[in-house]
């Protein structure tokens, strides 16, 4: 596996970053990237990993925890360095993080829609667990459509 260089975001790879996201197809229209890389950076409990092979940014990952579990956010690989085991590269990065905090486990959700990546996550060790996913939007005029 080629070496993966991972540090946190800085203020020169947000666009990059927002950029992969949306390539990876994770972007939604409700999700201002560069709103969220800056939340995110602001709180203690969370950070945005970037990985970059050859100096070019390939991987990343939002990661944080609420004081009890971990989660990721925003896992992403180029779509041109898939299969290159940077997926695995940055989930270890972002298990490493929250290990750091002192966090023992890490749940994290995949949408309906991308079954697919269940056999990456499976692969790294991640079981499925059969909960009920609940959410409120608590600032209503954030809310869709
Ligand atoms: C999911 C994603 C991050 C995986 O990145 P990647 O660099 O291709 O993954 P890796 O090369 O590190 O693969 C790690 C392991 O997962 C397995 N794997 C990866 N994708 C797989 C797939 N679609 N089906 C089966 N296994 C898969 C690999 O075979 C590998 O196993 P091994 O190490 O035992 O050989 C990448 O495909 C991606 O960015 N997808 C689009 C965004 C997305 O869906 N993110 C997840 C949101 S929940």
């Given at each position: ?112 829609d ?10 790294l ?21």
């Amino acid at each position: 596996m080629p070496a993966l260089d991972i540090a946190e975001i800085a203020d020169a790879d947000v666009e990059a970053v927002a950029a992969l996201w949306a390539r990876c197809g994770l972007t939604r229209p409700w999700n201002d990237p560069a709103a969220d890389i800056a939340f995110a950076r602001s709180v203690p409990g969370a950070a945005v990993l970037v990985g970059r092979a050859g100096g070019e940014i390939v991987a990343s990952a939002m990661v944080g925890h609420d004081g009890h579990r971990g989660t990721v956010y925003y896992v992403s690989v180029d779509p041109d360095r898939q299969g290159e085991g940077h997926g695995r590269g940055i989930m270890a990065a972002a298990e490493d993080w929250l290990r750091r905090q002192g966090v023992w486990k890490l749940n994290l959700m995949v949408r309906a829609d991308n079954t697919r990546v269940v056999a990456f996550y499976n692969a790294l060790g991640y079981d499925t667990e059969e909960r009920i996913n609940m959410s409120k939007w608590l600032d209503p005029s954030k809310r869709p459509g």
